[in-house]
């Protein structure tokens, strides 16, 4: 029977490339990736081998064989794909994927082009859902309520990823400005949420910046979490 095991992302947008050293560090101990999880990859357990990993991201419509044909020839081999999300793997001395500024630029534009879709949908709905049961009373209220929060709590991690995917662009970029206001935000959201709670009667009002803080609170206490795991734990293995 074939072993496996599940490795957590730490989420691409904010820590591909320690996703990457650590699919990296596994395939020295004979564990390599099969395919993306929920959250994260399935790993089995295989002959020891030193591969070196890399994602790319892209939109695939006909001319899918022309795309994985030129990873082929350059010596990258398919281990999965999810959606727009598409992992490869290939010996330590392999040409890398992205071997100049643009081609970096491009691939971060690629991977937010799905949040854009995203946000774009979910914001203004979260924003009228709020309007509307701030304006109704009973059961419309109620429904309107439940969507409005349920929306919420979906948005605001989106907005956070988005965030992040976009600093990623931009540094690419050498925005410096943008993306020191990428870092920024996080905290100028939870401030203003607090003053929020303190200051405001309104009780969709409390809730949304309960939300704005809850979620900050949760996505520093992941990335905290995955920083540490891999500063003490992938780089001594």
């Known amino acids: 029977m074939t072993k496996t095991k599940y490795m957590m992302s730490g989420g691409l947008a904010f820590s591909e490339q ?29 002959e020891y081998a030193d ?15 022309e795309y994985f044909e030129l990873f082929k020839d350059a010596g990258w ?12 793997r290939a010996s330590p001395n392999t040409k890398p994927i992205y071997t100049d500024r643009d081609t970096t630029i491009e691939k ?13 949908t979910l914001v203004p709905g979260t924003i009228i859902s709020w309007l509307i049961s701030l304006q109704t009373t009973d059961s419309i209220h109620t429904l309107f309520f439940g969507l409005a929060l349920l929306l919420t709590i979906l948005t605001i991690p989106l907005l956070w990823t988005g965030l992040t995917s976009y600093g990623n662009q931009w540094k690419a970029e050498n925005k410096k400005g943008l993306v ?15 003053y929020a709670i303190v200051e405001s009667d309104l009780k969709a009002v409390q809730i949304v910046a309960a939300a704005v803080i809850g979620a900050t609170v949760f996505v520093t206490f992941i990335t905290l979490f995955m920083s540490l795991y891999y500063r003490f734990k992938v780089k001594k293995a």
């Open 51 to 65: 591969y070196v990993y890399s994602i790319d991201y892209r939109t695939l419509e006909n001319t899918d064989e």
């Open 180 to 194: 020191l206001l990428t870092k920024l935000l996080p905290a100028v959201a939870v401030v203003m949420a607090v």
């Open 108 to 120: 971060y534009k690629n991977q937010v082009k799905p949040l854009n879709l995203a946000m774009v």
């Open 77 to 88: 081999s398919l281990v999965d794909s999810a959606g727009d999300i598409h992992l490869f």
């Open 18 to 46: 320690k996703d990457l050293e650590k699919m990296h560090k596994l395939s020295l101990e004979g564990w390599h990736v099969r395919s993306f999880s929920f959250l994260g990859y399935t790993l089995e357990k295989g």
